[in-house]
């Protein structure tokens, strides 16, 4: 009869539990106990070890290992000049550049995307949220490092931030604003302000079509307001969108009001 060790007793590293692989280069175990001054840590690479083929590491302090590839302190990935990982509860982004020991202060324009799960049959629209860590794609920054960070939607088919998108211009109309843009949420916000010159047709059309990111599985239509009362008879101000990316201003014919809208449309 066997009887099991008193915790004073334990061997200490604790005996093997599972049988060693039988493939060449396989590990298995229990626990694995790294510790250790200097050079020191789990390091992974690919193809195999070597100067550039470093693409993992989990490390207390940051260093060099020995076959010259810079690594950094906590949880890392590595590929083409850039690395990504977590250290002392920040997620750090470098998107390129040169890597440096203990450079985790100075991110230079990196950006973290995560996939919001908003698409839809394929396309990107509203896919990523883009946090930019020094500067946004286009240059102008977002956020700096020790300010809150801005957080936005991809371009649709690209990897750029999104932005404003003209409507173009509306006949008989003075417009303010005539835009629009992706959300963060995977739906499409306009903004429009516009003043009728008394000489507006019932219904009018911007001059420019939605691409087809931006274009509704099925019509849609938002009121817009305005300071005039609407008489027995009166078309409502609205909106609308068409399932071919036609933008409408449906209202009375000949009428000189300012009307605005601020919409955020779904596409489903």
Request: aromatic letters at 8%; proline letters at 7%.
């Amino acid at each position: 009869m066997s009887i099991e060790p008193r915790p004073d007793q334990q061997t200490d590293p604790p005996p093997v539990v599972l049988a060693p692989g039988g493939a060449a280069g396989v590990f298995r175990g229990r626990l694995v106990i790294v510790f250790g001054s200097g050079f020191s840590g789990v390091f992974v690479y690919s193809p195999k070890p070597g100067s550039g083929n470093l693409i993992a590491s989990v490390a207390a302090a940051a260093g060099t290992d020995p076959y010259g590839n810079v690594y950094q302190a906590g949880v890392f990935s590595y590929l083409g000049g850039g690395f990504a990982g977590l250290a002392s509860g920040t997620v750090t982004v470098e998107a390129s550049g040169a890597v440096s020991a203990g450079s985790l202060s100075s991110p230079s324009g990196g950006q973290l995307q995560l996939d919001t799960g908003l698409q839809q049959g394929g396309d990107t629209r509203g896919q990523m949220f883009v946090y930019s860590l020094g500067g946004s794609p286009s240059g102008a920054p977002l956020a700096q490092l020790g300010q809150s960070m801005a957080i936005v939607a991809s371009h649709p088919g690209g990897s750029t931030a999104e932005t404003w998108q003209s409507l173009g211009t509306l006949s008989g109309f003075t417009v303010t604003r005539g835009r629009y843009r992706i959300t963060p949420e995977g739906e499409v916000e306009f903004d429009v302000v516009i003043t009728g010159g008394g000489a507006n047709a019932a219904t009018t059309s911007w001059s420019n079509t939605l691409p087809a990111a931006y274009r509704p599985a099925v019509a849609r239509a938002a009121t817009m307001a305005t300071g005039r009362a609407v008489t027995a008879g009166d078309a409502w101000p609205r909106l609308t969108v068409s399932t071919g990316g036609t933008v409408q201003v449906v209202t009375v014919a000949n009428i000189s009001l300012a009307m605005n809208a601020n919409w955020n449309m779904p596409m489903d």
